[in-house]
Protein backbone atom coordinates (compact mmCIF):
# COMPACT_ATOMS: atom_id res chain seq x y z
CA UNK A 1 0.00 0.00 0.00
CA UNK A 2 1.22 3.48 -0.73
CA UNK A 3 2.18 5.45 1.73
CA UNK A 4 0.26 8.18 0.32
CA UNK A 5 -2.27 7.73 -2.50
CA UNK A 6 -4.53 10.14 -4.30
CA UNK A 7 -6.84 9.79 -7.42
CA UNK A 8 -4.51 10.57 -10.21
CA UNK A 9 -7.67 11.64 -11.97
CA UNK A 10 -7.45 13.53 -14.51
CA UNK A 11 -10.23 15.51 -13.29
CA UNK A 12 -11.61 17.82 -16.48
CA UNK A 13 -14.17 20.58 -15.48
CA UNK A 14 -15.88 23.69 -16.83
CA UNK A 15 -14.78 26.96 -15.45
CA UNK A 16 -17.23 28.17 -12.39
CA UNK A 17 -17.10 24.21 -10.97
CA UNK A 18 -16.62 22.94 -7.83
CA UNK A 19 -14.18 20.40 -7.56
CA UNK A 20 -12.78 18.14 -4.65
CA UNK A 21 -9.42 15.91 -4.30
CA UNK A 22 -8.80 13.32 -1.71
CA UNK A 23 -5.93 11.95 -0.42
CA UNK A 24 -5.19 9.01 1.90
CA UNK A 25 -2.75 8.19 4.39
CA UNK A 26 -1.23 4.84 6.21
CA UNK A 27 1.27 6.41 8.73
CA UNK A 28 -0.97 6.94 11.90
CA UNK A 29 2.33 9.31 13.18
CA UNK A 30 2.24 11.65 10.29
CA UNK A 31 2.39 15.21 11.83
CA UNK A 32 1.70 17.35 9.45
CA UNK A 33 -0.34 17.89 6.05
CA UNK A 34 -0.42 19.78 2.73
CA UNK A 35 -1.15 20.59 -0.50
CA UNK A 36 1.12 21.36 -3.13
CA UNK A 37 0.81 22.62 -6.99
CA UNK A 38 3.07 21.42 -9.67
CA UNK A 39 2.43 23.04 -13.31
CA UNK A 40 3.58 21.22 -15.81
CA UNK A 41 7.91 20.70 -15.89
CA UNK A 42 7.96 23.19 -12.92
CA UNK A 43 8.71 22.72 -9.62
CA UNK A 44 5.77 21.89 -6.57
CA UNK A 45 4.99 25.28 -4.96
CA UNK A 46 2.73 25.52 -1.42
CA UNK A 47 -0.56 25.82 -2.01
CA UNK A 48 -1.67 25.51 1.61
CA UNK A 49 -0.97 23.69 4.71
CA UNK A 50 -3.68 21.70 6.01
CA UNK A 51 -5.06 21.46 9.68
CA UNK A 52 -7.47 19.69 12.13
CA UNK A 53 -9.70 22.38 12.28
CA UNK A 54 -10.07 22.78 8.46
CA UNK A 55 -9.02 25.79 7.02
CA UNK A 56 -10.12 28.30 3.55
CA UNK A 57 -8.17 30.34 1.57
CA UNK A 58 -9.96 32.26 -0.58
CA UNK A 59 -11.70 29.59 -3.54
CA UNK A 60 -9.60 26.55 -1.70
CA UNK A 61 -10.72 24.83 1.59
CA UNK A 62 -8.35 21.74 3.09
CA UNK A 63 -9.56 19.51 5.29
CA UNK A 64 -8.06 16.64 7.49
CA UNK A 65 -10.19 14.01 9.06
CA UNK A 66 -7.07 12.00 11.54
CA UNK A 67 -9.05 9.64 12.80
CA UNK A 68 -9.60 8.27 9.07
CA UNK A 69 -6.47 9.66 7.97
CA UNK A 70 -7.96 11.21 5.12
CA UNK A 71 -7.48 14.99 3.67
CA UNK A 72 -9.09 16.96 1.04
CA UNK A 73 -9.20 19.71 -0.37
CA UNK A 74 -12.29 21.46 -2.42
CA UNK A 75 -12.01 24.37 -5.10
CA UNK A 76 -15.01 26.42 -5.62
CA UNK A 77 -15.37 28.47 -9.10
CA UNK A 78 -12.86 26.86 -10.65
CA UNK A 79 -10.86 29.37 -13.04
CA UNK A 80 -8.74 28.13 -15.90
CA UNK A 81 -5.06 28.88 -13.79
CA UNK A 82 -6.46 26.12 -11.38
CA UNK A 83 -5.55 23.42 -14.28
CA UNK A 84 -2.60 21.96 -12.58
CA UNK A 85 -1.43 19.11 -10.53
CA UNK A 86 -2.50 18.66 -6.86
CA UNK A 87 0.17 17.05 -4.68
CA UNK A 88 -1.02 15.74 -1.24
CA UNK A 89 2.20 16.08 0.68
CA UNK A 90 2.61 13.93 4.95
CA UNK A 91 5.31 14.79 6.99
CA UNK A 92 5.95 12.86 9.72
CA UNK A 93 8.97 14.74 10.74
CA UNK A 94 11.21 18.09 9.40
CA UNK A 95 12.83 16.05 7.57
CA UNK A 96 10.46 13.08 5.82
CA UNK A 97 7.97 14.83 3.31
CA UNK A 98 5.92 11.82 1.28
CA UNK A 99 4.28 12.97 -1.78
CA UNK A 100 1.16 11.49 -3.36
CA UNK A 101 1.54 10.85 -7.01
CA UNK A 102 -1.11 14.23 -7.47
CA UNK A 103 -4.15 14.94 -9.35
CA UNK A 104 -4.38 16.63 -12.52
CA UNK A 105 -6.92 19.08 -12.68
CA UNK A 106 -8.01 20.64 -16.38
CA UNK A 107 -10.22 23.35 -16.37
CA UNK A 108 -11.74 23.88 -19.35
CA UNK A 109 -13.47 27.34 -20.47
CA UNK B 1 11.99 35.16 0.59
CA UNK B 2 12.74 31.82 1.05
CA UNK B 3 14.16 31.49 -2.71
CA UNK B 4 15.84 27.88 -4.32
CA UNK B 5 17.89 28.29 -7.13
CA UNK B 6 19.07 24.91 -8.64
CA UNK B 7 22.02 25.05 -11.95
CA UNK B 8 21.65 23.63 -14.36
CA UNK B 9 17.94 23.95 -15.68
CA UNK B 10 18.35 21.62 -18.40
CA UNK B 11 21.55 19.52 -19.30
CA UNK B 12 21.61 17.06 -21.76
CA UNK B 13 24.61 14.45 -21.28
CA UNK B 14 26.32 11.60 -22.88
CA UNK B 15 26.02 8.20 -21.46
CA UNK B 16 29.41 7.60 -18.87
CA UNK B 17 30.09 10.98 -18.26
CA UNK B 18 28.84 12.70 -14.75
CA UNK B 19 26.81 15.81 -14.37
CA UNK B 20 27.01 18.06 -11.40
CA UNK B 21 23.38 20.04 -10.34
CA UNK B 22 23.84 22.69 -7.89
CA UNK B 23 20.97 24.05 -5.47
CA UNK B 24 21.41 26.97 -3.55
CA UNK B 25 19.35 28.76 -0.94
CA UNK B 26 19.67 32.55 -2.02
CA UNK B 27 18.01 34.04 1.25
CA UNK B 28 18.32 32.00 4.00
CA UNK B 29 20.75 29.61 5.66
CA UNK B 30 19.42 25.65 4.62
CA UNK B 31 20.65 23.49 7.44
CA UNK B 32 19.07 20.51 5.53
CA UNK B 33 18.42 19.86 1.98
CA UNK B 34 16.69 17.46 0.07
CA UNK B 35 16.86 15.88 -3.27
CA UNK B 36 13.72 14.31 -5.41
CA UNK B 37 13.84 13.06 -8.42
CA UNK B 38 10.48 12.83 -10.71
CA UNK B 39 9.69 10.62 -13.63
CA UNK B 40 7.20 11.49 -15.82
CA UNK B 41 3.57 11.94 -14.53
CA UNK B 42 4.97 10.21 -11.03
CA UNK B 43 5.18 11.77 -7.78
CA UNK B 44 8.18 13.07 -6.04
CA UNK B 45 10.67 10.69 -4.39
CA UNK B 46 13.13 11.58 -1.98
CA UNK B 47 16.60 10.61 -3.13
CA UNK B 48 18.45 11.88 0.05
CA UNK B 49 18.74 14.07 2.78
CA UNK B 50 21.46 16.00 3.34
CA UNK B 51 22.70 18.42 6.48
CA UNK B 52 25.44 20.86 6.04
CA UNK B 53 29.06 19.47 6.95
CA UNK B 54 27.79 15.59 7.49
CA UNK B 55 26.96 12.81 4.96
CA UNK B 56 24.10 12.70 3.48
CA UNK B 57 21.50 10.13 4.17
CA UNK B 58 20.30 8.14 0.99
CA UNK B 59 16.86 6.96 0.86
CA UNK B 60 16.57 3.24 -0.09
CA UNK B 61 17.36 1.79 -3.54
CA UNK B 62 19.13 5.05 -3.96
CA UNK B 63 23.32 4.24 -4.94
CA UNK B 64 25.34 6.65 -2.99
CA UNK B 65 28.09 5.78 -5.12
CA UNK B 66 25.89 6.77 -8.10
CA UNK B 67 24.43 10.00 -6.58
CA UNK B 68 27.18 11.98 -4.99
CA UNK B 69 25.89 14.71 -2.92
CA UNK B 70 27.91 17.74 -0.91
CA UNK B 71 25.97 20.04 1.50
CA UNK B 72 29.58 22.32 1.79
CA UNK B 73 28.00 25.14 3.30
CA UNK B 74 24.54 26.88 4.77
CA UNK B 75 23.90 27.56 0.73
CA UNK B 76 24.94 24.93 -1.36
CA UNK B 77 24.40 21.64 -2.01
CA UNK B 78 25.90 19.44 -4.75
CA UNK B 79 24.22 16.13 -7.02
CA UNK B 80 26.30 14.65 -8.81
CA UNK B 81 25.27 11.87 -11.21
CA UNK B 82 27.91 9.55 -11.91
CA UNK B 83 28.24 7.42 -15.00
CA UNK B 84 24.74 8.36 -16.27
CA UNK B 85 22.97 5.90 -17.85
CA UNK B 86 19.90 6.74 -19.80
CA UNK B 87 17.69 5.55 -17.24
CA UNK B 88 18.96 7.76 -15.07
CA UNK B 89 16.89 10.79 -17.04
CA UNK B 90 14.66 12.40 -14.70
CA UNK B 91 13.43 15.56 -13.57
CA UNK B 92 15.72 16.56 -10.39
CA UNK B 93 14.64 18.49 -7.71
CA UNK B 94 16.13 19.80 -4.76
CA UNK B 95 14.49 22.20 -1.85
CA UNK B 96 15.46 23.58 1.53
CA UNK B 97 14.69 23.78 4.80
CA UNK B 98 15.34 25.80 8.23
CA UNK B 99 15.15 22.64 10.00
CA UNK B 100 14.28 21.34 12.64
CA UNK B 101 12.04 25.08 13.32
CA UNK B 102 9.84 24.11 9.91
CA UNK B 103 8.16 21.23 8.11
CA UNK B 104 8.02 23.73 5.24
CA UNK B 105 10.25 22.85 2.64
CA UNK B 106 11.08 25.48 -0.68
CA UNK B 107 11.89 24.21 -3.97
CA UNK B 108 14.14 24.83 -6.20
CA UNK B 109 12.86 25.23 -9.68
CA UNK B 110 14.04 21.41 -10.75
CA UNK B 111 17.00 20.63 -13.72
CA UNK B 112 15.61 18.10 -16.29
CA UNK B 113 18.90 15.63 -17.33
CA UNK B 114 18.47 13.87 -20.19
CA UNK B 115 21.29 11.16 -20.88
CA UNK B 116 21.36 10.28 -24.38
Known amino acids: RKEVEQDPGPFNVPEGATVAFNCTYSNSASQSFFWYRQDCRKEPKLLMSVYSSGNEDGRFTAQLNRASQYISLLIRDSKLSDSATYLCVVTTSYNDMRFGAGTRLTVKP | GAVVSQHPSRVICKSGTSVKIECRSL??????MFWYRQFPKKSLMLMAT?????????EQGVEKDKFLINHASLTLSTLTVTSAHPEDSSFYIC????????????FGPGTRLTVT
Open chain 2, 50 to 58: SNEGSKATY
Open chain 2, 95 to 106: SASYGTASYEQY
Open chain 2, 27 to 32: DFQATT
